[in-house]
């Protein structure tokens, strides 16, 4: 699958983006490399990318600019690196929709587990039920798509499309995060990461009537998170 896919990697620190570039190359990937917003809005409007690999720190528009900006035309995978320590920052890229973080410094080979785990997700074998039905809204496996009791569709990042998948194949049951995680990301959940808390708030915004008061999603206080429609699959 590899040798199909595309990566690009946004970062202004060139020794990074060489040594990514050549380690990802290696591995059977096409890579394309900017080293600020205006080069990466520029490769993606001439280039059909499968997954991006962007910095948070950067001058002119930073990577959670670029993120945001993405997310609102885009459900590319992102991968958000960002420097040790900064909580804060990966916190606020997965609310602006990235689907995974990675701080800094980082092994190549850990970023290249990454992103073939992202990226399995996003193309992985097509379920037997291809619509699922919940509440008035309908998740199309296929197509990725979330149609909403009105007809409209909701673009869904990878990550918030994978928390929704797991919701609906565990309806009914009460899912920790460590569940969560590794029902999402392959991985168990570190103590302090809220990476599945930031997560379920985005997709609350896109499917509860009142994201502050879900009734679809709900917190099990000391346990994690139950989804409570019911599923029809067809």
Known sequence: MSSANRILIVDDDVEICNLL???????????????????????LSINKVDLIVLDI?????????LCR?????SGIPIIMLSAMGD??????????????????????????????????????ELPTAAQIKFDAWTLDRNKRHLISPDGLTIPLSAGEFDLLVAFIEH????????QLMDLT?????????RTIDVQVGRLRKKIEKDPKNPELVITVRGGGYRFTPKVEKY
């Open 21 to 43: 570039q050549k380690f990802l190359t290696q591995h059977g990937y096409k890579v394309l490399m900017a080293n600020n917003g205006r080069q990466m809005q520029h490769l």
């Open 87 to 124: 909580e804060a920052d990966r916190v606020v890229g997965l609310e602006v929709g990235a689907d995974d973080y990675l701080p800094k410094p980082f092994s190549p080979r850990e970023l290249l587990a990454r992103i073939k785990a992202l990226l399995r997700r996003v193309h992985g």
């Open 171 to 178: 309806a009914g049951r009460t899912l920790n995060r460590d």
């Open 69 to 73: 900006k993405l997310r609102t035309k």
């Open 57 to 65: 720190m950067m001058p002119g528009s930073d990577g959670l600019e």
């Open 185 to 193: 990301r392959g991985r168990e959940a570190d103590p302090f990461d």
